[in-house]
């Protein structure tokens, strides 16, 4: 039985694989001795990590041993995921080795880690030399059971016992050592041997591409035969006599259960290949006892499951290649809409090939559906024609379909990109990367009801946008209010700065539009302390209120309902603000105006997405008020009538918000 395939952790991978980018910050902890810099780098590959491990933790760890001069955790290039391996980069050769001494197979988040040296050179990674590959382990035997046995033989660069998804051994491994002699003294003292109570065998380890040649060698020169179709009457010696014909037949047998009734199959091997090639032409497919025999060259399980997976595979590629670009994708269908009549909407624009509206299991429409055309321009032209028509009450959504794995790769591509642009703001502006796009924040203010406790920042998901504000307050500057990313038009600005353009939050429909007088300004009283050495001095700023929790002091802005303030020149007044302020407990939220369609077709598409949004988020933000913001900036990159419609039924309106809860809570656990 040849050896299976050696898993990439047996030879040094490099420090910087490609599913990495290169552009992925390394951590940094504070810098030595100069005297200590000067000795020369040592790099480990540490591997066998919890995906949640991170640089600072194993910074922890490793700079118990020595000076690390940096730790880079390698992830996947667009989901941000660890790969599960890490590379710790000492300041000298001695620190290395201690560390490999010491932490290898040692617990890291109740997963034993495993370290070896990293190797550039790919040369010396694919040599093989000192490579062997033990099999028949059994299960209790782990990396660190692996290489204490074979230990004893010479210096072992890497050891490792092949797993599952589960974490289950696969029953083999691999043992890498720094001679050749070292791996030929194993292989001769502990072939045949026995290991928990199992009987292993030890040989040097062949190349998947060696095997691969091999394979087709034997392939082509086989002897052994499988037959299949065998009637249940036919005797052992009436087989045996069917193929000798053909050549000297080494064996003949049909297999039998336990009653000893023929199976139907059995196998034949002839002494050499000619003749079993001689038995597949003239014996396959020739009727025998009424039955048409299925004759071939025998194959291993292993062989067939792969032959079989390829075979599906192609069959799935060639069914995603035929439904490319007709297959269409329609939500937000009533649940009175039937197969029939999706179809007779539909039909308008070409042949319709097949059509399907989703249920669950007790019958009940899941609200959308599939029509399948029978060319691309059809289905082009459908999309065109029927995409936010309104069909009954409800604007459908139609689109062509994706598969649910292309779909999470654009999304996660998406919150890649976004991820990359923030942490490249942040370099510019010499902030750290978690600050850029950090909590939006809406004042409390008549008719809305305060954020509560800060929110967490998020980036955006694909196809929504946080809702854009028209009404900027204090000449259009916060003091101290972070631009979030996406409206920011220049670098970050540094905390407690003045970035410029800052437009404040919704407004509530009733409150003071942009002909409204403006309230005076006076300046804001500091409290007792000295601030921040990077903060400005306040600018025309109002009296403020405190506000939610989690929000620094120096970005709060002001609240509104307070008396106005005096001139600039006369005494600063001091208020006394009530528990309610202070505490920052909900205003009663008026329901506000009824929006219409004929209402939003007077203003501009800005003005209809914040007329929608002040009316969204105030539905919102009783029961999500914390999170109220997010989700109506999500929501509003909907149709304009799908929006109308969310408005005039609850029930559709808390299931988008489930929705968009669940993307937020997604994109947290990945983060």
């Not at 660190?144 to 491994?173: I, P, Q, R, W």
């Not at 506000?547 to 802005?557: E, I, M, S």
């Not at 009783?622 to 909907?638: R, V």
Request: hydrophobic share 35%; net charge neutral.
């Amino acid at each position: 039985m040849s050896s299976p395939a050696a898993i990439p952790e047996v030879a040094p991978v490099p420090e910087a694989p490609v599913s990495s980018p290169p552009a992925a910050p390394a951590y940094n902890p504070p810098a030595p001795q100069s005297s200590v810099a000067s000795a020369p780098s040592a790099s480990l590959y540490v591997g066998e990590l919890d995906p949640t491990v991170t640089e600072a933790m194993l910074f922890e760890i490793f700079n118990m041993i020595g000076p690390v001069a940096s730790i880079r955790v390698c992830r996947d290039a667009v989901t941000r995921r660890s790969l599960g391996y890490a590379y710790v980069n000492y300041l000298n050769a001695a620190d290395g080795e201690r560390a490999l001494e010491g932490l290898n197979y040692s617990l890291i988040k109740n997963r034993a880690c495993r370290i070896m040296w990293s190797q550039r050179d790919p040369a010396l990674r694919k040599t093989g030399q000192g490579n062997i590959f033990i099999k028949n382990l059994d299960e209790a035997i782990d990396n660190k059971a692996l290489h204490d046995t074979f230990a004893a033989f010479g210096n072992v660069l890497s050891c490792k016992v092949a797993t599952d998804e589960h974490g289950m051994s696969k029953g083999y491994g691999f043992v890498h050592y720094e001679t050749g002699e070292a791996a030929d003294s194993a292989i001769k003292a502990v072939n045949g041997m026995l290991l928990n109570d199992k009987k292993v065998y030890v040989g040097h380890h062949i190349s998947r591409k060696e095997r691969q040649s091999k394979l087709d060698e034997m392939k082509s020169q086989f002897t052994n035969l499988y037959v299949k179709n065998v009637d249940l009457e036919m005797s052992q010696d009436e087989f045996e006599k069917l193929f000798t014909a053909f050549g000297t037949v080494t064996s003949a047998l049909i297999q039998v259960d336990e009653e000893g009734k023929s199976k139907g199959f059995g196998f034949v091997n002839y002494d050499n290949h000619e003749d079993a090639q001689r038995a597949v032409d003239a014996l396959h497919d020739s009727e025998h006892y009424g039955k048409k025999l299925f004759v071939t060259r025998a194959q291993k399980k292993a062989e067939r499951e792969e032959e079989l997976r390829r075979s599906y595979e192609q069959a799935k590629m060639e069914k995603l290649s035929k439904y490319q670009g007709v297959n269409l994708y329609i939500k937000n269908l009533e649940d009175d809409v039937d197969d029939d009549k999706l179809r007779t909407e539909f039909e308008a624009f070409g042949s319709v090939t097949s059509c399907k509206v989703m249920r669950d299991e007790k019958g009940t429409s899941k609200g959308f559906g599939f029509v399948c055309f029978s060319s691309p321009d059809e289905a082009t032209k459908a999309v065109a024609e029927m995409n936010n028509k309104m069909i009954g009450s409800k604007p459908l959504y139609v689109s062509l379909a994706q598969r649910r794995e292309v779909r999470r790769q654009q999304l996660e591509s998406q919150i890649a990109q976004r991820n990359q642009i923030r942490m490249q703001q942040a370099a510019a502006a010499g902030l750290p990367g978690g600050y850029i796009n950090g909590p939006m924040y809406y004042p409390p203010g008549p008719g809305f009801a305060p954020q509560g406790r800060g929110m967490m920042g998020y980036p955006g998901q694909p196809g929504m946008m946080p809702p854009r504000p028209r009404y900027p307050p204090n000449n259009g500057q916060v003091s101290g209010m972070p631009i979030p990313a996406p409206y920011a038009q220049g670098p970050p600005q540094p905390y407690g700065a003045m970035p410029a353009g800052f437009r404040g939050a919704p407004r509530p429909p009733g409150a003071r539009g942009p002909g409204s007088p403006t309230m005076p300004s006076a300046p804001m009283p500091r409290a007792a302390g000295p601030p921040p050495a990077n903060s400005a001095p306040p600018v025309n700023s109002a009296p403020r209120a405190p506000a939610p929790q989690g929000v620094p002091p120096q970005t709060r802005p002001a609240a509104a309902g307070f008396p106005p303030a005096r001139a600039p020149a006369a005494a600063q007044p001091t208020y006394k603000l009530n528990p309610q302020v202070r505490n920052g407990a909900p205003a009663p939220a008026p329901n506000g105006p009824d929006l219409t369609a004929a209402a939003l077709a007077t203003a501009s598409p800005m003005e209809q997405k914040q007329m929608l949004g002040e009316v969204i988020y105030m539905k919102i933000a009783s029961s999500q008020p914390e999170l109220a913001g997010k989700i109506t900036g999500m929501l509003l990159e909907m149709d304009n009538n799908e929006l109308l419609h969310l408005l005039e039924s609850p029930d559709a309106m808390a299931g988008k918000v489930n929705e968009a809860l669940a993307v937020l809570q997604e994109f947290v656990k990945e983060e």
